[in-house]
C-alpha cells in the first residue's frame, strides 16, 4: 500500500515527465484510468495497513483482535467499490474458520466490549470451553500440589543435587497430571466433573447475564 501510495505522490511528476521527454527517449507514464484504479486499491487497502499497524502492539487480546477486525471491515465496506468489495468478501469467508474457532469465541465471551456480538449457540459453545479449561486447570493444580509436597519433604533430607533423582521427580510430576486429566474421559469421573463445574457455571451464568456492555474504547485491564 505504501509503494502504491508514493506512486501516487509522484503523478504530477509523471505526468510532467511525459510531456517534457524527449520523442526518441518517451517516457511512459499511466492513463488517467489506470491512476484511478490504483487510487482506489490504495483506498481499499488503507483499513487493512492500519488494522495490521493495531494488530502489532505489545498488549494485544483475541478480543482486541475481534475488534480491530470488524472496524477494518466495516471501514473497507464503507468504500463501496470493486476492490474493497473482493476484500470483505474474503473476509466474510475467512471469519467462518476464525470465529468458529471456540478460543476465540471464549475470548470474545469475557470482553463486555465485544460479547454482546455473539448469539446464544456461540456463548454456549463460549461457556463449555471455559469450564472446560478450568476443569482441567483444577485437575493439574491437585495433580501437581501432592507432588511439590513430597519435594520439599525429601529435598530437606540432603543438600546435594541428584541430577537422576530430579530426572525421577519430574517424571513422578509428568505422570500424576497425565493421570489427572485422562481420568476426565473416564465414566467414574463424571459426577465429579460436574460436581466440580458448578462454582464455575454460576459465575458464567451470573457473567452472562448480568455483565453490561462497556464502551469498546474502555481500557478491560484498567482498575
Known amino acids: 500500500m505504501k509503494m502504491l501510495q508514493s506512486l501516487l505522490d509522484l503523478k504530477e511528476f509523471c505526468l510532467e515527465m511525459s510531456i517534457t521527454s524527449m520523442q526518441s ?8 484510468l ?3 484504479k490504483v487510487n482506489h486499491i490504495c483506498q481499499a487497502l ?18 482486541d483482535f475481534y475488534g480491530y477486525w470488524l472496524e477494518c471491515k466495516m471501514e473497507t465496506n464503507k468504500l463501496n467499490t470493486t476492490f474493497s468489495n473482493m476484500i470483505v468478501s474474503n473476509m466474510n469467508l475467512r471469519e467462518k474458520d476464525l470465529f468458529g474457532n471456540n478460543v476465540i469465541l471464549a475470548a ?18 463460549a461457556k463449555s470451553h471455559l469450564k472446560e479449561v478450568w476443569y482441567h486447570l483444577l ?10 509436597a513430597a519435594e520439599s519433604s525429601t529435598d530437606t533430607d ?49 457473567y452472562d447475564c448480568e455483565q453490561a456492555r462497556i464502551n469498546r474504547k474502555s481500557d478491560v485491564f484498567g482498575v
Open 158 to 206: 540432603t543438600l546435594v543435587i541428584d541430577d537422576f533423582e530430579e530426572l525421577l521427580k519430574e517424571k513422578e510430576r509428568q505422570v500424576a497430571v497425565y493421570k489427572s486429566l485422562h481420568s476426565i474421559k473416564s465414566g467414574g469421573s463424571k459426577s465429579v466433573q460436574k460436581e466440580k463445574q458448578k462454582p464455575i457455571d454460576c459465575l458464567l451464568n451470573n
Open 46 to 63: 488503507l483499513p487493512a495497513y492500519i488494522c495490521t499497524k493495531k494488530l502489532q502492539l505489545e498488549q494485544l487480546t483475541l478480543s
Open 108 to 125: 470474545i465471551f469475557l470482553d463486555p466490549r465485544y460479547k454482546i456480538m455473539l448469539d446464544n449457540e456461540q456463548c454456549k459453545k
Open 25 to 32: 527517449d518517451k517516457f511512459e507514464n499511466l492513463s488517467e
Open 34 to 36: 489506470e491512476w484511478t
Open 139 to 148: 485437575m493439574y493444580k491437585e495433580a501437581i500440589v501432592p507432588s511439590i
